[in-house]
């Protein structure tokens, strides 16, 4: 929960303020914050990912 929060508070604080500044096109400031979303997603189903994929089969080594 808490890389969530700074997976989308740190870039979008970062470019907002940038953007206040005028230093960043809104364009760009946009497109930073919905990255930044769309990793706290990705993210967040990181767990659901090793419950649904294929399952190895046991090894024997011999």
Do not use: Y
Request: aromatic share 4%; charged share 5%; net charge negative.
């Amino acid at each position: 929960m808490q890389q969530n929060i700074a997976l989308i508070t740190l870039p979008n604080l970062t470019a907002t303020t940038l953007g206040v500044l005028l230093l960043l096109d809104l364009v760009l400031v946009v497109t930073i914050n919905n990255t930044a979303n769309l990793l706290a997603l990705l993210n967040a189903l990181r767990p659901f990912w090793s419950q649904m994929g294929p399952e190895t089969p046991a090894t024997n080594p011999q």
